[in-house]
């Protein structure tokens, strides 16, 4: 029974792989026919403009095109609420920009869509351009856009998942149903990262917050795999603000020792102080830069190499046959796909380590003999 049920897991992993592979594929080789008629893109067919639409995909949006109607040439997905602050409150739904082919009016200002940010235009959508980016004022952007709707939809899971752990805890000393899923990994958090990093005095104090990070991240992570398109930790203002959190917390717990280590280094000559206090001060937002850019760079990655892996289909097709072209591409991006699972785990528990082991660093009390 318990085989059966592995396989039938790796059955509905494959079939997921082959809907999101497909996804792609669907939306890279049809745009929609306005579109392409008003910017004469034709069709992704390119690498330069495969390139150019990967990296359209990995940034975020106002609106899901969760796929393109072949035929019709039309998106169909759902559209995000606007709002802007920009001498008043401003509020409207992203299908008014028509995917940036139009301007939309609020409360007498004007507004366009470029690139996937709003910018304040005349009535004719005129953009001052500076180069390759326009010039244009942009308002203060409070829109749910699809990273702001990841988060919520990753916050309102965590609320059921661990609401659900708790009831079990409540009828018994072991968990049932989905509390059997997360307890080996609250428990894994527990003695294999904050135990051993934090120390048994001070662990229970930050778990937390470790718990949190971790379910988080891991959770973003496995939905940006999916053909909705989330590239939450793939932003960069995200890891940014996972990475200050620990960097605050991190500060306002350290103990006397911690500072006592940074402004003047017991144990060494008072030349070497003043040589290392700046050194170390330095270390301080480095480590918070590390963890920001570690989680950034390999999500970002991960997610490049997959949909390039998936437009091989498109760019060898001439050469090996769609049938042929289709098939590899899919070998290689399933075996990419599982990695990616690896590494959705993965890059949730390094930045839990880490964050935990700057947390130990902090509130650590040294034996003095």
Same mark, same amino acid.
């Given at each position: 029974?318990?085989?059966?049920? =592995?396989?039938?897991?790796?059955?509905?992993?494959?079939?997921?792989?082959?809907?999101?592979?497909? /996804?792609?594929?669907?939306?890279?080789?049809?745009?929609?026919?306005?579109?392409?008629?008003?910017?004469?893109?034709?069709?992704?067919?390119?690498?330069?403009?495969?390139?150019?639409?990967?990296?359209?995909?990995? =940034? &975020?949006?106002?609106?899901?095109?969760?796929?393109?109607?072949?035929?019709?040439?039309?998106?169909?997905?759902? &559209?995000?609420?606007?709002?802007?602050? &920009?001498?008043?409150?401003?509020?409207?739904?992203?299908?008014?920009?028509?995917?940036?082919?139009?301007?939309?009016?609020?409360?007498?200002?004007?507004?366009?869509?470029? !690139?996937?940010?709003?910018?304040?235009?005349?009535?004719?959508?005129?953009?001052?351009?500076?180069?390759?980016?326009?010039?244009?004022?942009?308002?203060?952007?409070? /829109?749910?856009?699809?990273?702001?709707?990841?988060?919520?939809?990753?916050?309102?899971?965590?609320?059921?998942?661990? /609401?659900?752990?708790?009831?079990?805890?409540?009828?018994?000393?072991?968990?049932?149903?989905?509390?059997?899923?997360?307890?080996?990994?609250?428990?894994?958090?527990?003695?294999?990262?904050?135990?051993?990093?934090?120390?048994?005095?001070?662990?229970?104090?930050?778990?937390?917050?470790?718990?949190?990070?971790? @379910?988080?991240?891991?959770?973003?992570?496995?939905?940006?795999?999916?053909?909705?398109?989330? #590239?939450?930790?793939? #932003?960069?203002?995200?890891?940014?603000?996972?990475?200050?959190?620990?960097?605050?917390?991190? =500060?306002?717990?350290?103990?006397?020792?911690?500072?006592?280590?940074?402004?003047?280094?017991?144990?060494?000559?008072?030349?070497?102080?003043?040589?290392?206090?700046?050194?170390?001060?330095?270390?301080?937002?480095?480590?918070?830069?590390?963890?920001?850019?570690?989680?950034?760079? #390999?999500?970002?990655?991960?997610?490049?190499?997959?949909?390039?892996?998936?437009?091989?289909?498109?760019?060898?097709?001439?050469?090996?046959?769609?049938?042929? /072209?289709?098939?590899?591409?899919?070998?290689?991006?399933?075996?990419? @796909?599982?990695?990616?699972?690896?590494?959705?785990?993965? =890059?949730?528990?390094?930045?839990?380590?880490?964050?935990?082991?700057?947390?130990?660093?902090?509130?650590?009390? !040294?034996?003095?003999?």
């Amino acid at each position: 029974m318990k085989n059966t049920k =592995q396989y039938f897991g790796l059955f509905l992993g494959f079939i997921f792989m082959i809907i999101t592979n497909f /996804s792609f594929a669907n939306t890279a080789a049809h745009k929609d026919a306005k579109h392409e008629e008003s910017h004469n893109e034709g069709p992704i067919d390119t690498p330069e403009k495969i390139n150019a639409y990967i990296k359209h995909h990995l =940034q &975020d949006a106002h609106s899901f095109v969760l796929y393109t109607d072949g035929k019709t040439g039309k998106h169909v997905g759902f &559209d995000l609420p606007v709002i802007l602050l &920009d001498g008043g409150l401003h509020v409207f739904s992203a299908a008014e920009f028509h995917h940036g082919e139009k301007v939309v009016a609020s409360n007498g200002s004007f507004y366009t869509l470029h !690139h996937g940010k709003i910018y304040k235009t005349n009535k004719e959508g005129h953009l001052r351009m500076h180069g390759e980016h326009p010039a244009n004022y942009r308002p203060l952007d409070l /829109s749910i856009t699809k990273s702001v709707l990841g988060m919520l939809l990753t916050g309102l899971l965590m609320v059921i998942f661990f /609401s659900a752990l708790a009831r079990g805890y409540k009828k018994g000393p072991i968990p049932t149903g989905l509390g059997r899923v997360l307890e080996p990994l609250v428990l894994y958090v527990r003695d294999e990262i904050a135990r051993p990093n934090i120390g048994e005095k001070k662990y229970k104090k930050f778990m937390p917050y470790l718990l949190t990070v971790f @379910f988080f991240i891991w959770i973003l992570n496995l939905l940006g795999l999916t053909p909705l398109g989330f #590239n939450v930790t793939g #932003n960069i203002a995200v890891t940014l603000c996972l990475a200050l959190f620990t960097f605050i917390i991190v =500060q306002f717990s350290a103990n006397k020792e911690y500072w006592g280590h940074i402004f003047w280094m017991p144990g060494v000559p008072v030349i070497m102080k003043i040589i290392l206090a700046p050194i170390e001060v330095l270390g301080m937002f480095t480590k918070p830069f590390s963890l920001t850019i570690r989680l950034f760079a #390999n999500i970002t990655a991960g997610h490049f190499v997959l949909m390039s892996l998936i437009a091989l289909m498109i760019t060898m097709k001439v050469a090996f046959g769609p049938v042929a /072209s289709t098939g590899m591409s899919l070998l290689l991006s399933t075996f990419i @796909f599982v990695i990616e699972l690896l590494v959705a785990f993965l =890059q949730a528990f390094i930045f839990t380590m880490l964050s935990s082991l700057f947390i130990g660093m902090a509130v650590v009390e !040294h034996d003095h003999h």
